[in-house]
């Protein structure tokens, strides 16, 4: 195997490397959310939860809206737990940061009905480790579901660093997120290569930081036209994008 194209490889996660499925609107969602807050001193119906959480979403995010706006990726530049933690307070219950967390992580997991690798991922990150890379991940997400998730997928191994829009302030395409990575690890944009689903979010953003780009048409990708990246994958085929990523001369068999 000769040498890898690029030194370092980011990656987007929900839609490039998972296959996620949520819907925040079910009523069951919000009724069992309603009770694990009466738990704890905070009655609400949950019609009333329901609404009372949009409002505070919305005024946290006021002239700086998501791109997108699908549920595992919405409000990326706040931290969604100081909704859940002012949700409590605003009934007078006695909570903590801690407690706000665990409800947020309860209603994630009461809203998410689909959640796994797509296949072959582990394989083609372990390669490119294997053959002297570096992983990166670069998401438009929130820090109490997504590292939870990762852990629960088994992804947290592979990536020497994760950076993640809710801790950072700031998301993709916005050129302040793609620059914490490349300044924050001493990457160079000219040998690093961005992955992702999302022509505007992803490739548009990475073509602005100077990285070179691999877009791939996933189950979740937006609908758009198709972004000027210097790979395109017309459906979610992770072998094939390992051949792109590792330079695998076209009819070879993949690197994974």
């Not at 877009?215 to 994958?233: C, I, K, M």
């Amino acid at each position: 195997m000769g040498k890898l194209p690029y030194e370092n490889y980011i990656f987007d996660l929900y839609g490039t490397l998972v296959d996620i499925h949520t819907e925040e609107d079910r009523p069951e969602a919000w009724a069992a959310l309603a009770r694990f807050y009466s738990y704890y001193g905070a009655d609400y119906a949950p019609r009333e939860l329901q609404q009372a959480f949009r409002r505070m979403t919305a005024e946290r995010t006021a002239g700086r809206e998501a791109p997108r706006r699908e549920s595992h990726e919405a409000f990326p530049e706040i931290e969604i737990e100081e909704v859940f933690l002012a949700l409590f307070r605003q009934k007078g219950a006695a909570a903590g940061r801690e407690l706000a967390v665990h409800a947020g992580q309860f209603f994630c997991a009461m809203t998410t009905d689909r959640l796994r690798l797509y296949d072959g991922v582990p394989a083609l990150l372990r390669t490119l480790r294997q053959r002297g890379g570096r992983v990166y991940l670069l998401s438009n997400a929130q820090q109490i579901f997504t590292a939870h998730e990762m852990q629960a997928l088994g992804l947290t191994p592979y990536f020497d660093a994760v950076y993640l829009s809710s801790a950072c302030g700031c998301k993709k395409p916005d050129p302040r997120f793609f620059a914490r990575l490349l300044t924050g690890q001493r990457l160079k944009p000219e040998k690093s290569i961005m992955v992702g689903n999302d022509g505007l979010c992803d490739i548009e953003g990475a073509r602005q930081a100077g990285l070179a780009t691999l877009y791939v048409r996933s189950n979740l990708s937006p609908e758009e036209d198709w972004p000027q990246a210097d790979f395109t994958l017309p459906a979610m085929d992770i072998p094939a994008m390992g051949r792109l990523l590792t330079g695998a001369a076209a009819g070879q068999p993949a690197p994974l």
